[in-house]
C-alpha cells in the first residue's frame, strides 16, 4: 500500500504571489457579497410577506364587518385573525433586526478583505470609496455616506416601520378585549392608543437594545483607523 505523503509544513511550502493572494482574497469577497445579497432578499421578503398577510387580513375583516354588522361575530373573528397577524408580525421583526445584524458582520469582512487589497497595492487607496478599516465607523462608510444613526435613519428603517404596525395591531387587539367588558368608545379608545404607544416603546426603545449592546461589544476590530 503506497504511503499518502502528509501536507508540507508552513516553512516547506512555495511562496505564494500576490496575484494569488489577490485570487483568494477575492473569493472569499464575492461569497460574502452572495451572502449579504441573499440576506437582503430575505429582508424584503419577509417584510412583504407579513404586509401581504396585514392586507389580506384587513381585507377579511371589511368583508365580515360588512356580514355582521360589527356584532359580537365580528369581534370574535377580529380576536382570532389579529393576534395570528400580530405573531407573524413580532417575528417579522426579529428576523429583520438578525438580518441587518449579519449584514454589518458581512460588511466589516469586506471591509477587512479592502484593508488586505491595499496592502498589497497601497498606491490605490485614493480611488476606494468604501471603508478599508473594520471599526464601526468604517462600517458606516462602507454601508453610504447618508448611513448615520440619526432619527429620521431610524424612524425610516423597514424595523421600525414593522415595530409601529405591530403596536398599532396590539391596541387594536387591547381595545377589543376591553370591548367585551365595557362599552364605552372613549374607555376602549384610550386603552388601545396606551397599548400601541407602551408596545411601541417595548418593541423600538427596550427590546433591540441588549442584542445591539452585544452585537455591538462582539466585533473586535482587527483594523481600526488610527
Known sequence: MQDVPLDPKPADR?????AVRVQILATEH????ATRSMVWNELFSRASMFITVLSASIVALALVAQATDFDDGFRNFSLLVLPVTLLLGIGTLTRLGDAMTEDVWL?????????????LAPDREPYFMTGHHDDFES??????PRRHMGPSQILAATPTIVAI??????GVIAALLAGFVNDDPLLTTTIGV???TVAAVVLIGILPLPGIKGFMYS??????RV
Open 14 to 18: 512555495l511562496p505564494v504571489s500576490d
Open 30 to 33: 464575492w461569497s460574502l457579497l
Open 107 to 119: 460588511v466589516m469582512g469586506m471591509n477587512r478583505l479592502r484593508h488586505a487589497y491595499i496592502d
Open 139 to 144: 462600517i458606516l462608510k462602507t454601508l453610504g
Open 165 to 170: 404596525i405591530d403596536s398599532v395591531l396590539a
Open 194 to 196: 396606551i397599548t400601541s
Open 219 to 224: 466585533l473586535a476590530p482587527r483594523f481600526p
